[in-house]
């Protein structure tokens, strides 16, 4: 049940997605990483993808255009 | 009830819209500008005429370059930022893209990540303006005006771009993306 950082602030497209998609691969079942963005069209894109593979997604702002997305790896 | 922290605030101006929401306006404004300009919309080849107005301005004479023999180019050599339609459209592009973030208190300045970072920026913004010359226009007047106006060019440029974005990601996850 372990928890990872994922410093994407500063990326644009298609990179968070890209470098979210390599952490997620490297997690056990049951850890969380959370995706630090600040690119609006990333809170877009790594939410989708995330949830369409079945992950649990939970994004929160936490400050002017910078974002928290919550990740829980399912299976 | 607070401005900020209605719903309806919130689904206008904070969250995404549905890609059929902008599907939808940006035809209808398309029109409307063929309407009123005349062309459909653009945004690259103003930068050349840009380009240009600099040049000069230190003294230096482009009218005989090739691009400028088009009477639609020559007559904008004598125009400014203020009486040219293009620039006029992509000032309105920037300010408005300033005051959605704004309203969506998402302003934010960001920092380089890394020199990396920099040498893709520079590099991708120099291929893609060179490339918008040489295609006659970008994804706006080559792709999203030449498709709607039912113009071949704009499918072969559809085919190209996506041909291009691939061998793009794959350059950047190669040596970008460390």
């Not at chain 1, 490297?26 to 995330?50: F, R, Y």
């Not at chain 2, 930068?47 to 180019?73: C, K, M, P, R, T």
Request: proline share 2%; hydrophobic share 50%.
């Amino acid at each position: 049940m372990a928890e990872y950082r994922l410093d994407c602030l500063g990326e644009a497209c298609p990179v968070p997605l890209i470098k979210t998609q390599k952490k997620m691969e490297q997690l056990k079942v049951g850890d969380t990483l959370i995706v630090e963005i600040d690119h609006s069209c990333a809170m877009k894109n790594v939410p989708e993808w995330a949830r369409k593979v079945g992950y649990n997604v939970e994004i929160e702002e936490v400050d002017d255009g910078e974002w928290e997305i919550y990740i829980e790896k399912t299976k | 009830m607070n401005l900020i922290n209605s719903p309806w605030y919130k689904r206008i101006f904070k969250d995404a819209w549905s890609y059929w929401t902008g599907a939808i306006l940006l035809a209808t404004l398309n029109t409307a500008m063929v309407a009123i300009s005349g062309k459909g919309w653009g945004v690259t080849t103003t930068f050349a005429y840009w380009g240009a107005w600099i040049l000069q301005l230190f003294g230096a004479d482009v009218s005989g370059w090739n691009f400028f023999q088009l009477e639609a180019n020559s007559k904008a050599l004598g125009q400014s930022v203020f009486t040219n339609t293009g620039s006029v459209q992509n000032i309105g592009i920037i300010v408005g893209a300033l005051l959605a973030t704004l309203l969506a208190s998402q302003f934010k300045i960001k920092k380089l990540k890394s020199y990396k970072q920099f040498i893709a920026a520079a590099l991708g913004g120099l291929l893609m303006g060179y490339g918008a010359r040489i295609a006659f226009g970008c994804n706006i007047g080559a792709f999203f005006s030449g498709i709607a106006s039912m113009s071949v060019h704009g499918w072969v440029y559809a085919i190209f771009i996506f041909l291009g974005a691939w061998i793009g990601s794959k350059l950047l996850v190669r040596y970008f993306m460390t």
